[in-house]
């Protein structure tokens, strides 16, 4: 079983740029990171599958963010971004680049959408900028490649998700072209 320090050295950095992203606010970012690592340390009991560490963090830190916001009140709205950080996790990022080939089968808007917001992690305002394009197209455009995306994965992978849109795993079907996945399990040690 990882320790909290172990947990701290390999998430924390990550984390904090995640909080205060979704913030923009310094101070609250470090008191909500700080809520995060008290919730990793007072709940390590409940993870039982080491495999599932980083999802496990991650959901932590996306609750405890949605927490300051419900608490603090400071959005109708939450931001666009807090719920898709796919680049964060290690394991999304590696699903990324197993996506790749299936990337390359889609139309070129749908591809650099896909490319810039999903995989760069530029927000979708500056996407909208980049094409000369409104928001609310851009935030049409990307979600139109997203699901042309998903539906060409699904033909040949299965891939369970947490809630919040994490990959947990990745479960080839046949002649699926992400048979060289490596697990979650592997990635956490690797970290």
């Known amino acids: 079983m990882h320790t909290t320090e172990f947990i701290w050295t390999s998430f924390h950095k990550e984390l904090q740029a995640f909080i205060r992203h979704s913030l923009k606010d310094e101070m609250a970012s470090d008191d909500v990171l700080q809520d995060v690592f008290v919730k990793i340390h007072t709940r390590r ?11 496990w963090v991650w959901q932590i830190t996306r609750n405890t963010v949605l927490d300051h916001f419900r608490t603090k009140k400071q959005f109708t709205e939450l931001p666009d971004d807090l719920v898709l950080q796919h680049e964060e996790n290690p394991f999304n990022t590696t699903f990324a680049q197993c996506m790749s080939p299936f990337i390359h089968n889609l139309s070129p808007q749908h591809k650099e959408a896909i490319k810039k917001v999903d995989i760069e992690g530029m927000p979708q305002k500056q996407f909208a900028e980049q094409e000369g394009i409104s928001y609310t197209a851009a935030k049409s455009r990307v979600q139109r490649a997203r699901l042309h995306l998903k539906d060409l994965f699904l033909e040949c992978c299965a891939i369970p998700a947490d809630k919040y849109g994490n990959i947990l795993d990745m479960i080839p079907q046949k002649n699926c072209r992400c048979k060289e996945r490596p697990s979650p399990h592997a990635l956490v040690s690797s970290m």
């Open 45 to 55: 009991h409940t993870l039982k599958d080491e495999g599932k560490l980083v999802s």
